[in-house]
């Protein structure tokens, strides 16, 4: 029994009523958005704190004033936004009406993620409802304070014909996908475990144990849609196999082997691979065409933690089924390039405060610093001071400071700290989820946590001779979601913005560009597609429908057109259609 037939069936019969289409009807749903943010504010905050320690500041700036900014936005120019767009015209339509209008798509489904379980459910749907859509919100189950209240309150203060809140995990998110919907905005940490969608399945295959001689099964990977199951040979034991690729996230795959056994692994294309020793610091590469060696950490779990651009294909490969357009808010690696020529208090201020802000999972965080040697030197002190400012003496005490979000995000960070050399922090506590801002020193390019978007209060320093090959530094991985440059020279800044592609960028600050509601927030390449925010979000969530209205009569006028043709007819018609900013394809 499909468990999402009537509610989707409710919310196509709202739409095709035509109930939402009305400027009044999308300005009172609006307005219900902000009762519930202001009646609900302690709760929301509470669930926030529950779900990833979220101080009062960090909830209220960056979840709960930022959403009512977007809702008091789109109510002051609903109309604006709602009225069809003139377009200038050539000779042949002088007398006609052109203009663009916005209608809704329909039916649209708004998959949100953990890292900021309120603003990001909230954001795309203020821009779906003033646009005039039916929605129906799927929360991250992994956020499950954050998920509950919105299932459980948000409702009531929204028309529910029209609107409607699923929950479930990955087999449900799946299901889900397999419906056609209007459009599809998805939103997802390059380092989400699942995020809700179906997780990658190991199927076995026979393989030899190293040290204990017994036969255990391999693994093979097979993504959903496959057809496989899993099985596993009894007696053997699930273990946790560490999968990095530049090309795609980081996961954590769980491998049907035992200790010290041997075997053949499929792997996803492009894909290297790691494996870490309860005992050992070292995370060593793995020769992808030899043999696995496991000595692995034992995970009660058998899925994938699939990295953002593998998640967005996912979700296109559901989308394309049914042609729908998609909307893929997706991450990245970050990079932030600190020029010799600039003050490195200044710069560690800002950096540490974008980077350790919600504990560092923020998609559009700096993710690895790029500088010289010399400026290092210089950075590491003040990196000190700001994040013993900030968080004090011991920062697992500081109420600033936030979590990690699950078991697993966590255990994935901690194997990241044993790359390169700990020059700030390092500390955990896996019974509060807690990992000190840090910052790692001598790191290389080909180690796991240069590989994988962070997402943790961890930040890389990888050292460039010159601005030169910061840029070819930065150019030869995928695109980012943001890019981040510290200089004194605007020639410098501006040079990086020029000779550079990313989602976003700013110069000598973190990702203030996020709040400037004119700007459009999205992504480029692996990064993701399409943006929102502001007139953004509701441009993204409207069909632009061309439109032309003629008049009935002036028959003779429009009969050059038709056959039979003569040279004189041409010229006319070629004249008539020269336009000043666009060109007519058929009259």
Not at 388 to 397: A, C, I, K, L, M
Not at 398 to 414: A, H, T, V
């Amino acid at each position: 029994m499909d468990p999402f037939a009537d509610t989707l069936q409710r919310l196509r019969e709202a739409f095709g009523s035509g109930r939402t289409r009305p400027a009044e009807f999308r300005a009172a749903q609006l307005k219900g958005l902000s009762r519930f943010l202001q009646e609900n504010k302690q709760l929301l905050q509470e669930a926030l704190a529950q779900d990833l320690h979220k101080s009062a500041f960090e909830s209220e700036v960056s979840e709960i004033s930022i959403s009512q900014n977007e809702i008091n936005s789109a109510l002051r120019n609903l109309r604006a936004w709602m009225k069809d767009e003139k377009v200038p015209k050539n000779l042949a339509t002088q007398l006609d009406s052109a203009f663009i209008r916005k209608e809704p798509f329909g039916l649209v489904l708004i998959i949100a993620p953990w890292n900021y379980p309120l603003n990001l459910s909230l954001e795309p749907l203020v821009g779906a409802l003033a646009a005039g859509n039916c929605v129906l919100l799927k929360p991250s189950e992994i956020s499950k304070s954050t998920e509950k209240v919105l299932a459980e309150v948000l409702p009531r203060y929204l028309d529910q014909s029209c609107f409607a809140v699923v929950l479930g995990g990955p087999q449900e998110t799946g299901q889900l996908l397999e419906h056609k919907f209007d459009y599809i905005f998805f939103t997802d940490p390059a380092t989400s475990p699942g995020q809700g969608l179906p997780a990658a399945t190991l199927t076995d295959k026979e393989g030899n144990c190293g040290s204990r001689g017994a036969r255990v099964l391999c693994c093979s990977y097979r993504f959903p849609g496959g057809g496989s199951t899993r099985r596993r040979k009894p007696g053997g034991c699930l273990t946790t196999l560490h999968h990095h690729t530049p090309k795609l996230g980081g996961l954590w795959a769980p491998a049907p082997q035992d200790r010290g056994c041997r075997g053949k692994a499929g792997r996803p294309p492009e894909a290297s691979f790691y494996a870490r020793s309860p005992r050992q610091s070292v995370q060593r590469p793995m020769d992808r065409q030899k043999l696995l060696r496991h000595n692995l950490l034992t995970s009660p779990g058998l899925s994938f933690l699939i990295g953002s651009p593998r998640v967005g294909k996912i979700v296109m490969a559901a989308a394309a089924k049914h042609l729908t357009p998609v909307t893929l808010e997706l991450g990245g690696k970050n990079p932030c390039y600190v020029d010799d020529n600039c003050d490195p208090q200044t710069v560690a201020n800002r950096v540490a405060f974008f980077r350790y802000f919600n504990s560092g999972q923020t998609c559009v965080a700096p993710d690895y610093i790029l500088c010289s040697p010399e400026m290092q030197a210089r950075l590491l002190p003040a990196l000190q001071s700001a994040i013993t400012r900030f968080y004090g003496e011991d920062p697992q005490s500081s109420p600033d400071l936030g979590r990690i979000i699950s078991e697993k995000n966590f255990q994935r960070l901690r194997g990241l700290l044993s790359c390169g050399r700990v020059a700030i922090g390092g500390q955990s506590d896996e019974s509060d989820r807690y990992i000190a801002p840090t910052v790692l020193v001598d790191v290389q390019e080909t180690e796991p946590v240069m590989q994988e978007e962070i997402f943790g209060p961890i930040l890389p320093i990888m050292n460039v001779g010159s601005l030169d090959e910061a840029i070819d530094f930065i150019n030869r991985r995928e695109k980012p979601l943001a890019l981040y440059t510290f200089s004194n020279s605007n020639q410098v800044v501006k040079r990086v913005l020029a000779q550079t592609s990313s989602g976003g960028f700013c110069g000598n600050d973190g990702f203030m560009h996020m709040t400037v509601a004119s700007l459009p927030f999205g992504g480029v390449g692996a990064s993701g597609m399409g943006s929102y925010h502001g007139k953004f979000s509701f441009d993204t969530f409207s069909h632009h429908r061309a439109c032309l209205l003629r008049r009935p009569g002036l028959e003779k006028v429009y009969a050059l057109r038709y056959p039979p043709h003569t040279p004189r007819n041409l010229s006319v018609l070629l004249m008539a259609m020269e336009t000043r900013s666009c060109s007519c394809a058929l009259l």
